[in-house]
């Protein structure tokens, strides 16, 4: 069975940094290319962005709001996806969730919040 | 981008009904090489994350039931829910993957009269 964990969420304040993690087991990670996706409380779904496979080049792509600030990355070792998140606004309070990608996104954690206010 | 909208916002509706939410593309999302669309629908319950339940605009993912059943191409697609049930009270969104950002549309709140 496919699981994916958030964890890493929190408060922190405007131009502040934080790192989420998201821990998958049931599935051969190494193979998989995985995603973020966010929703501010009571909000609809945003797409953050996306990590390639390592045999597909391991490549990132990054929806514009975040491009610049955000960094996708992973550890294939350890069956581990991080989501680096610098230069954090307001407007990134959310819950962030990680998911699986084959096409559309197949499997969803169950999300950690994300904070950001003075 | 491509820009996902639903409509409508919200439905209200018997238990036993029929419910219809449609999502267009401002552009069109069928890959001419394989002809197929890349449009997803996903169900979110209150507190909970989003569930994927049909992919490739027609595709029940396994274990949906069969009440919910997605048409359409290329820039107009439909989820119809039939013989409504309770626990299908949620939110329901579109999404294209055929290009990057992926985008979803603004949602759809599906209640029970």
């Known amino acids: 069975e496919v699981q994916l964990v958030e964890s890493g969420g929190g408060s922190v304040t405007p131009g502040g940094s934080l790192r989420l993690s998201c821990a998958a087991s049931?599935?051969?990670?190494?193979?998989?290319?995985m995603t973020w996706v966010r929703q501010a409380p009571g909000k609809g779904l945003e797409w953050v962005g996306r990590?390639?496979?390592?045999?597909?080049?391991?490549?990132?792509d990054y929806g514009a709001p975040v491009k610049g600030r955000f960094t996708i990355s992973r550890d294939d070792s350890e069956n581990i996806l991080y989501l680096q998140m610098n230069s954090l606004k307001t407007e990134d309070t959310a819950f962030y969730y990680c998911?699986?990608?084959?096409?559309?996104?197949?499997?969803w954690g169950q999300g950690t919040l994300v904070f950001v206010s003075t | 981008d491509i820009v996902m909208t639903q409509s409508p916002a919200s439905l209200t509706m018997s238990l036993g009904e029929r419910a219809t939410i449609n999502c267009k593309s401002s552009?069109?999302?069928?890959?001419?090489?394989?002809?197929?669309?890349?449009l997803a629908w996903y169900q979110q319950k209150a507190g909970q994350p989003p569930k994927l339940i049909i992919h490739?605009?027609?595709t029940r993912e396994s274990g949906v039931p069969d009440r919910f059943s997605g048409s359409g191409s290329a820039t107009d697609f439909t989820l119809t829910i039939n013989n409504l049930q309770a626990e299908d009270v949620a939110v329901y969104y579109c999404?294209?993957?055929?290009?990057?950002?992926?985008?979803f549309g603004q949602g759809t709140k599906v209640e029970i009269k």
């Open positions: 490739w605009a027609s």
């Open positions: 990590i390639r496979s390592k045999v597909h080049g391991g490549t990132t």
């Open positions: 998911t699986t990608e084959d096409g559309a996104a197949k499997s």
């Open positions: 999404q294209q993957y055929y290009t990057t950002p992926r985008t």
């Open positions: 552009q069109s999302v069928l890959y001419s090489s394989n002809n197929k669309d890349y």
């Open positions: 049931g599935f051969t990670f190494s193979d998989a290319w």
